[in-house]
């Protein structure tokens, strides 16, 4: 890969985040994540790669941009996979809250996974945990064993998940053993990362949520030296049947590291659109500029920047960037 791809793909991101978060609070979070997409396209095509959306806004006949299988990039250069949320929690937007997230994650062609739109199991954590846990083993094991490994005290240990009615057993017991509970109304992919960021205070994240958003998650985990453990869930025989014809043969499998994004070399960048606990929003500021804060990650080097950009923002509403 291209050492200067990376501040491509942040360039992609910045834009998503700088024209979604123009709709924070606004109630209208289908204006945002249209907004969000368009922008990320846009963007793409200036750049000099040949990519394959693998992780994206939809199958083909459901969404009109970055749909499964569509080419961006400006046809020119090497061949990558490409998954992609513009926007990582549209209602987080819609409703003013924290968290939501522009995401691109880019491997060499035929390493990420083609993930299909269900729930999957979660286990993500940071690299002191990395290699030590299993998805196979209870909630309760699991977390004393990371309790040990990590020599704290259960009351010590710091969990998120999303707060659904489909995790009420998995809370309930969190609460039994003492540990911590951070709840997150959205923003899967940075609940994950945030396993990753000491300054973020959450040892594991677990729970149900999204398999595209798995998948990014593990690209991200893959350039901190974190883990990610995945198994879908399909609810139904057709569900079962995408699996299949996506490749996942066993369902019921444990997705490693490997199964999910590969070993090739992985570009990770992400921009906040609110803020969060390892990301500041977008802050629009006087004399028509706009300030964005990012994180853009390699898992060869496993390096992680911190971005803070000024932009002018008419350039953005021009389509430049």
């Known amino acids: 890969m291209e050492r200067d791809l990376s501040l491509d793909i942040v360039r992609v991101t910045e834009y998503a985040a700088l024209a979604s978060a123009r709709w924070t609070g606004k109630g209208n979070k289908h204006s945002a994540d249209e907004a969000a997409t368009s922008a990320m ?9 040949r990519g394959t959306v693998v992780i994206g806004e939809g199958e083909m006949d459901e969404a009109p941009m970055l749909y499964i299988g569509e080419a961006v990039g400006n046809g020119t250069g090497p061949e990558y996979d490409v998954a992609v949320d513009p926007l990582e929690g549209t209602d987080i937007v819609a409703s003013g809250r924290n968290n939501a997230l522009s995401v691109v994650a880019i ?14 199991e979660k286990l993500a954590v940071g690299p002191r945990l990395a290699g030590q846990l299993n998805l196979d083993d209870s909630l309760e094991n699991t977390i004393r064993k990371a309790a040990v490994i990590l020599q ?12 659904r009615k489909r995790h009420a057993d998995k809370i309930l017991l969190l609460r039994m053993l003492g540990v911590k509970i951070h709840l997150l109304s959205d923003g899967d992919v940075a609940g994950a990362m945030a396993a990753a960021f000491p300054e973020a205070g959450i040892d594991i994240h677990i729970g149900s949520g999204g398999a595209p958003e798995g998948v990014l998650a593990a690209a991200a985990l ?4 974190g883990e990610f453990q995945g198994r879908l869930l399909p609810e139904n ?13 066993d369902p019921s499998k444990v997705l490693g590291m490997r199964d999910l994004v590969g070993e090739s070399d992985i570009y990770f960048a992400a921009t ?10 977008v802050k629009f500021l006087t004399g028509n500029r706009a300030e964005t804060h990012s994180v853009v990650m390699r898992a060869k080097t496993q390096t992680v920047r911190f971005i803070q950009c000024v932009h002018q923002t008419y350039e953005y509403q021009l389509g430049s960037a």
Do not use: W
């Not at 491997?107 to 999957?120: F, I, S």
């Not at 704290?152 to 707060?163: H, Q, Y």
């Not at 893959?222 to 030296?225: H, K």
């Not at 025989?237 to 043969?249: D, H, L």
């Open 222 to 225: 893959r350039c901190m030296g």
């Open 272 to 281: 906040g659109v609110t803020s969060g606990d390892f990301l500041s929003g």
């Open 152 to 163: 704290k005290d259960l009351t010590e240990m710091s969990v998120s998940i999303l707060d």
């Open 41 to 49: 396209r846009s963007l793409f095509s200036s750049i000099s790669f």
């Open 237 to 249: 025989e057709e569900e079962k049947q995408r699996c299949i014809k996506m490749g996942i043969i």
């Open 107 to 120: 491997a060499e062609k035929g390493n990420l996974l083609h993930a299909p739109d269900m729930y999957m």
